[in-house]
């Protein structure tokens, strides 16, 4: 090893967080999300009259809301990996429950919008609403996967075992953030 190699080693510059098969999985999520938005967006090319009107129903309120929530959750368990790194597993316990809150806030206020939107009358029938229906559920599965990653992060926390899955957990979380940002830019503020 080389002394610039052993030196970027030694500050963790350089340093890939997480495992490389998680990152090959979120990569492998973020080209199948990537294909969902293609479609959305040819799709809007070809309706966009019928995609405006449908996409005025949507509360961009609940969007920012949801994006503050999940962001937050995101800070939270960047902290964690920090904490963690510093073997202060107690507060980075504390931390990766902090961002599960919001992850679970999140998908509260998912469902509250997704039941408005029914009620009114706003089904798949709808080409936009199937395109938003679509795009959000399986978003709301990941944050579910993630609120499951995170459940496990803090049971390996506690036991010390492998502090270095905290980083692998933590780019799942930051990918379905990542996610959101994008379907909110989409779907609530691209006109």
């Known amino acids: 090893m080389t002394r610039t190699e052993e030196s970027t080693t030694a500050t963790g510059r350089g340093h890939l967080p997480g495992d490389g098969h998680m990152w090959v999985m979120v990569l492998g999520d973020l080209v199948i999300f990537g294909g969902y938005f293609v479609i959305f967006m040819i799709y809007r090319a070809m309706n966009p009259d019928e995609f405006l009107r449908a996409q005025q129903h949507l509360a961009i309120n609940i969007?920012?809301?949801?994006?503050?929530?999940?962001?937050?959750?995101?800070?939270?368990?960047?902290?964690a990996v920090l904490a963690t790194r510093a073997a202060r597993y107690e507060?980075?316990?504390?931390?990766?429950?902090?961002?599960?809150?919001?992850?679970?806030?999140?998908?509260v206020v998912k469902s509250y919008e997704w039941f408005v939107k029914i009620r009114a009358g706003h089904t798949n029938s709808e080409m936009f609403f199937s395109f938003y229906y679509v795009i959000t559920g399986v978003h709301l599965i990941h944050v579910?996967?993630?609120?499951?990653?995170?459940?496990?992060?803090?049971?390996?926390?506690?036991?010390?075992?492998?502090?270095?899955?905290?980083?692998?957990?933590?780019?799942?979380?930051?990918?379905?953030?990542?996610?959101?940002?994008?379907?909110?830019?989409?779907?609530?503020?691209?006109r």
């Open 91 to 107: 507060t980075a316990i504390r931390l990766v429950r902090a961002g599960g809150a919001l992850g679970v806030a999140f998908m």
């Open 144 to 190: 579910l996967i993630g609120l499951i990653v995170l459940g496990v992060l803090v049971r390996e926390l506690r036991t010390r075992r492998r502090p270095s899955l905290v980083e692998s957990g933590a780019v799942y979380w930051h990918m379905v953030d990542l996610l959101w940002v994008v379907i909110f830019g989409l779907l609530y503020v691209m």
């Open 63 to 79: 969007g920012v809301l949801n994006t503050v929530i999940l962001l937050s959750s995101s800070w939270f368990v960047a902290r």
